[in-house]
T-cell receptor, first 112, second 114 residues
Framework: GDSVTQMEGPVTLSEEAFLTINCTYT??????LFWYVQYPGEGLQLLLK?????DKGSNKGFEATYRKETTSFHLEKGSVQVSDSAVYFC???????????FGTGTRLQVTL | DTEVTQTPKHLVMGMTNKKSLKCEQH?????MYWYKQKAKKPPELMFV???????INESVPSRFSPECPNSSLLNLHLHALQPEDSALYLC?????????????FGQGTRLTVV
């Protein structure tokens, strides 16, 4: 069935470090892929998206490339800030259904 | 404007109370969703409305009753809840239910059942 696998957290980094959060998916067809971010006590915000193979989504210094060959959508940022501390979810809609399939979420903690 | 507005932000209710959660969007989206999120877990889908009709109910107990009065509004009526129903309830909307566009989430209602 459809699923998303994310790396286990928490991920703890020093400010200005490079970030990678791995995401691989199993899906029927080629769905649009999303990264959502959830700051403490808040709802989910769409961080970036990619709608087809080799698309690169980017926003606020974060990037992710839709890799069909490896069924991956890894999130990267060159230099993290304390304000990036949050939980990050990789997700896609299943087939023609309306169900967003989420990964388990990866908690990122950035320290000074 | 990509805003989904949920009210109230916080709600404490007793197990015999009746309350409602409200959600509103003005993006012209035709699909609206209710999700439940427990601490340290991803959101779990509860209901999907498409063009104001209920299209998916993920086997949610009848003490949760959704309603879509019009294309901009989504309600979740709560009655006789249990303490284990305490969670963050998230509303979301998307352009349609085919999954070709992203879903936008509200800030959520943090519900505590006492």
């Amino acid at each position: 069935g459809d699923s998303v696998t994310q790396m286990e957290g928490p991920v703890t980094l020093s400010e200005e470090a490079f970030l990678t959060i791995n995401c691989t998916y199993t899906a029927t067809g080629y769905p649009s892929l999303f990264w959502y971010v959830q700051y403490p006590g808040e709802g989910l915000q769409l961080l970036l998206k990619a709608t087809k193979a080799d698309d690169k989504g980017s926003n606020k210094g974060f990037e992710a490339t839709y890799r069909k060959e490896t069924t991956s959508f890894h999130l990267e940022k060159g230099s993290v800030q304390v304000s990036d501390s949050a939980v990050y979810f990789c997700a896609f809609f299943t087939g023609t259904a309306s169900k967003l399939t989420f990964g388990t979420g990866t908690r990122l903690q950035v320290t000074l | 404007d990509t805003e989904v507005t949920q009210t109230p932000k916080h709600l404490v209710m007793g197990m015999t109370n009746k309350k409602s959660l409200k959600c509103e969007q003005h993006m012209g989206h035709r699909a609206m969703y209710w999700y439940k999120q427990k601490a340290k877990k991803p959101p779990e889908l509860m209901f999907v409305y498409s063009y104001e009709k209920l299209s998916i109910n993920e086997s949610v107990p009848s003490r949760f009753s959704p309603e879509c009065p019009n294309s901009s509004l989504l309600n979740l009526h709560l009655h006789a809840l249990q303490p284990e129903d305490s969670a963050l309830y998230l509303c979301a909307s998307s352009q349609d239910k085919q999954g070709h566009t992203e879903a936008f989430f509200g800030q959520g209602t943090r519900l505590t059942v006492v």
